[in-house]
């Protein structure tokens, strides 16, 4: 069913930390390594060790310079998935009722046994978190790892998504984003997290934290009093040592 | 976006043969008999072909029925049952018309209401699309109207309507290029609302996630056309327009008048790659493309 839930029991999803984000893709890898033999048909690849290789990701990290009007840029890494959007423009355009939006967290899967592959959620989803599998002709998208995070065949630590779960940075954090108490709302409202095109009106679910900013080339380090040589004239045995030998004919510094 | 052949053969061939159905079904004195079977057949011949190659770039087009049922929220899934509802019941009034010499007007005015709505559907699958700011303008359903009932108009016969009809779509099709041009640029969105990063300073991608173009970058960040996109507007507006248009106001010969069908059917479908060659997806953005 195409039409969109009024409001969802719960709002889950992800906030991701472009300050912590390392850029390494190991969410990349976990994520296509879970889903390509869970959920759905597997995430194909295409000439994987030809030219032009290509495949089906549900997860993939840009990286940005960001160069502010003065002092030096920043590099920032930037994952993206799908956004578990509230106003899900990719839900409303299905025309076989495929893709929808789940009332009890607000998931937005896709039933791939309905899909005829038409591609238009993915024309009408600004982020670009929907990728047409060219061996199944259907659609793929982030499930939010929907098969691991209800999973009580796992152990609890495994109970969240698969990216949440590799990120060795801990740039990466799941939960219910429409409790206020929550740990990631607070996180969000800590770190003053955002929406990525507010203006498209879709109302995502996850949010973006700013990276912090960073020191700027004249900064001082607060390690640099601690360096100041502490004696301008040497003494002791040491010195006598330096000293003498210096005399000593041959060799030089 | 990615211009699929299978796509712009659809939309230039059904709109053209769901606008010579519209005027089949409001003529007050329509061909019957064998004259009848023949424009019947060339309009179903058009529409029906369109939509067959419309299935072609489907991933299954084997589950294509259930395209019809959600018809409350997609305007493809409107767009699937007002075809098939224009093609039922003009096939029935076709068919009394051929046939039986009998014309049910009623029929014809509801299939011809259906036609027109089934290139309004089509052309609101465009139209509605927050991500492609060069599509999300009304004028996208008024270009595709005006282009069906122009096309339908020339394909019937009638003469002075066309006339009229290729002069008024020949604005529309201006007014669509001129705002067009400037629509990314005025949507607001950038890779600085894209990334959120904007008040920050200027974004600039400095490194793909992929090394070679993936699904996204095939489909939406179609960029080879664009080079000769001002020459092939002149050659779209000359043959959709101005070419029927002078063979029109020609003393009338059957050799003209097929001359200017062929003519318009070809910049319609220039008009038409163009309209999807042009059109920047905002997931270009993030490639830091266009
Ligand atoms: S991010 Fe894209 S695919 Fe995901 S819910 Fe939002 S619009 Fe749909
Ligand atoms: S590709 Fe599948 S999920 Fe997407 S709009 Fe078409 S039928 Fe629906
Ligand atoms: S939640 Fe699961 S499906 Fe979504 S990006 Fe993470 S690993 Fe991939």
Known sequence: ????????????????????????????????????????????????????????????????????????????????????????????????????????????????????GCGLCAWACPYGAREL????????????????????????????????????AGARHFGDLGDPNSDVSQLVESRGGFDLMPEMGTKPVNKYLPPRLKDSWDDQSLLAPMLEPVADESRGFLSWLDKTLDKIPGGSA | ???????????????????????????????????????????????????????????????????????????????????????????LYAAALVFLNIHIAFLGWIGAALSVATVFTTSMIYGQLATVPRWKTPLTPALYLTFSLAGGALLSGRTTIAIALLLFAAAVQLAWWQRGDKALANSGTDLGTATGLGDRGTVRSIAHPHTSPNYLMKEFVYVIGRKHAMKLRVIAFGLTFALPLILLLLPFSHIFAALAVLSHIAGVATSRWLFFAEAEHVVGLYYGMR
């Open chain 1, 133 to 168: 599998d060219q061996a199944e002709g259907v659609m793929k998208k982030c499930t939010l790892c929907v098969d691991r995070i209800y999973n009580e065949n796992l152990p609890e630590e495994d109970q969240i998504p698969s990216c949440v779960r590799t990120c060795p």
């Open chain 2, 1 to 91: 976006m990615h211009p699929a052949p299978s796509v712009i053969i659809f939309s230039t061939l059904s709109g053209l043969g769901f606008g010579l159905l519209f005027w089949l079904g409001i003529d007050p004195s329509p061909p019957t008999g064998m004259t009848g079977f023949i424009f019947f057949a060339i309009a179903y011949a058009l529409a029906v072909g369109g939509l067959l190659s419309s299935t072609f770039h489907l991933g299954h087009p084997e589950r294509a029925w259930r395209a019809f049922s959600q018809w409350r929220t997609s305007w493809l899934s409107r767009e699937g049952v007002c075809a098939v509802g224009a093609l039922c019941i003009l096939g």
């Open chain 1, 1 to 116: 069913m195409t039409t969109l839930p009024t409001s969802t029991d719960r709002k889950l999803g992800l906030v991701i930390d472009l300050d912590t984000c390392v850029g390494c893709h190991a969410c990349v890898i976990s994520c296509k390594g879970w889903n390509t033999e869970n959920y759905g048909a597997p995430l194909s690849d295409q000439r994987p060790y030809g030219t032009e290789p290509m495949g089906t990701f549900l997860n993939r990290v840009h990286s940005y310079e960001v160069q502010p009007e003065a002092g030096s840029a920043q590099t920032v890494h930037f994952p993206k998935s799908c956004l578990h959007c509230e106003d899900a423009p990719c839900v409303t355009v299905c025309p076989t009722g495929a893709s929808y939006k789940r009332v009890e967290d607000g998931i937005v899967l896709v039933n791939e046994d309905s899909c005829i």
